[in-house]
């Protein structure tokens, strides 16, 4: 995978929490922000609706990351914009997302996106 990310330009994000470091930035790919607006539009889903961003406990194996599209900003939410694209994401989540890359990949195996910490 690390292979891979050294050849995508990736848009790192200041997360905005007070003592964060350029390592604690949540970054995307540019695949994975062209595959989010090719779904947005291949979807029909409303410019005025955001990608939130978000974790929940998994257990055992640590966080799970959720990504999907939402109409509603919450009084704990983050408004964050990715060269256009309006990500939401509640407060407690972007502290776990810090120093998090968001990549869509494709290969013989399947595709999808990937969370990870490198």
């Known amino acids: 995978m690390l292979d891979v990310m050294e050849e995508v330009e990736i848009i790192s994000v200041q997360t905005g929490i007070n003592g964060a470091e350029e390592q604690d930035d949540f970054s995307m790919t540019v695949p994975a922000l062209e595959m989010i607006n090719s779904i947005r539009t291949e979807n029909e889903i409303p410019e005025d609706y955001y990608l939130r961003l978000g974790t929940r406990s998994g257990g055992c194996s640590g966080m799970n990351y959720t990504l999907g599209f939402d109409s509603e900003v919450n009084e704990n939410d983050k408004i964050i914009d990715v060269r256009g694209l309006q990500m939401v994401i ?3 989540s972007l502290f776990y997302l810090m120093g998090v890359t968001l990549d ?3 290969g013989p195996s ?3 996106f990937f969370f990870y910490k490198i």
């Open 104 to 106: 869509f990949t494709e």
């Open 90 to 92: 509640d407060n407690k």
């Open 110 to 112: 399947g595709s999808g």
